[in-house]
T-cell receptor
Framework: AQSVTQLGSHVSVSEGALVLLRCNYS??????LFWYVQYPNQGLQLLLK??????LVKGINGFEAEFKKSETSFHLTKPSAHMSDAAEYFC???????????FGSGTRLSIRP | KAGVTQTPRYLIKTRGQQVTLSCSPISGHRSVSWYQQTPGQGLQFLFE???????NKGNFPGRFSGRQFSNSRSEMNVSTLELGDSALYLC??????????????FGPGTRLTVL
């Protein structure tokens, strides 16, 4: 069965600092991996997705993620945090039908001024 | 192009009642999936509909049901509400199904409170 594990339910960084949100996946087949962001009282927005075309995936709002098969990881990073990045971030994997998404438990990102 | 819309946005019900939530997908999208989000269980897949047929189902009791209409709009129904059904219910639509890296677009959700 496919699953993702997010390390750290809450991460706090200073404005301008590096953002690193960790995600490890478990999959017996090549995974379809995603990162979503959820702002308060809103739905989910796709940040980026792993398509196997490249191990380093660039997304919206300056975020990127690197797929490391040897470590079964898909960590999300952003070089310089902005106050507007404060939100909850979900790592996710979809099944082969690509219609059922399995989400991690989420990481709440706080930005300190 | 308009995004996924969900109605109502907020709903308050009492235990034992039933509720129907509605989802209108992005125009042209044929697949609609539903998710339940709670603080304790996180985001969990409920079911997926495509071409008016349920194609995939999560691990929820039979009190949770849904349907899809010919215009791809979808409804989900919860009967005999329990306190634990209080949650944010998210609907997501996608163009097709079975396509790798199929992107799902989420609506803002319906916040259901059961008293």
């Amino acid at each position: 069965a496919q699953s993702v594990t997010q390390l750290g339910s809450h991460v706090s960084v200073s404005e301008g600092a590096l953002v690193l949100l960790r995600c490890n996946y478990s999959s017996s087949v090549p995974p379809y991996l995603f990162w979503y962001v959820q702002y308060p009282n809103q739905g989910l927005q796709l940040l980026l997705k792993y398509t196997s075309a490249a191990t380093l995936v660039k997304g919206i709002n300056g975020f990127e993620a690197e797929f490391k098969k040897s470590e079964t990881s898909f960590h999300l990073t952003k070089p310089s945090a902005h106050m507007s990045d404060a939100a909850e971030y979900f790592c996710a994997v979809s099944d082969s039908s690509a219609s059922k998404i399995i989400f991690g438990s989420g990481t709440r990102l706080s930005i300190r001024p | 192009k308009a995004g996924v819309t969900q109605t109502p946005r907020y709903l308050i019900k009492t235990r034992g009642q039933q509720v129907t939530l509605s989802c209108s997908p992005i125009s042209g999208h044929r697949s609609v999936s539903w998710y339940q989000q709670t603080p304790g269980q996180g985001l969990q897949f409920l079911f997926e509909y495509f071409s008016e047929t349920q194609r995939n189902k999560g691990n929820f009791p039979g009190r949770f049901s849904g349907r899809q209409f010919s215009n791809s709009r979808s409804e989900m129904n919860v009967s005999t509400l329990e306190l634990g059904d209080s949650a944010l219910y998210l609907c997501a639509s996608s163009l097709n199904r079975g396509v790798p890296y199929n992107e799902q677009f989420f609506g803002p959700g319906t916040r259901l409170t059961v008293l």
